[in-house]
């Protein structure tokens, strides 16, 4: 009698395909076949991470709100700090004409705008460069587009812009997480971004 040897098939975990077992690679917990290699490793340069069987992880609300008090204790102490120094200089130079209301008004729009503006680079820029704030890196954690792959500066910029909002709105931005799969929050929504673990 014949005997019928069948082989094991095993699935892609970024087409959900069924392959071979000799036509797919393994990679930490991911199979990956040959048609998906590049694009798999292309993200695993990028840096973009937190897959687990081709699906991104989500971070945890308890890690967001631990990223943000680590940058908020970082934005306090250090461009507080900054602007207090901005500000004392430009009262400085404004203090022969400090009976002049709108002198004083000047300097206090500066010592108003000044924290919000370095705030804003802050954010920004390290976001625009690395995906994550300080915060968010000492807790791996990332903002990434929905396809996984890196943020623009425009698109940081415009995350911050829902970060305020998120917080003039009482905090309801932030409460959205709660009901939301992705743990997506206002500011998430409106730059359509997600936040993942690396």
Known sequence: MESITTQSNEVCSVCRKSYSVNDVIHYENDTICFNCKNEYFQKVREGVGGTKNGEMI????SKRFMASLVDGIITYIVLIT???IFTGSITSMLK????????LGTAALLSFFI???LSALYYVLFLGWKGATPGKMLLKIKVVRPDGSPISYGTAFLRYIGVFIS???LGIGYIMAFFDKENRTLHDRIAGTRVVEL
Do not use: F, H, W
């Open 58 to 61: 989500y971070a945890s609300i």
């Open 82 to 84: 900054i602007s207090l």
């Open 96 to 103: 022969p004409a400090a009976e002049d209301t709108q002198s």
């Open 115 to 117: 924290p919000q503006i």
């Open 167 to 169: 917080s003039i709105i």
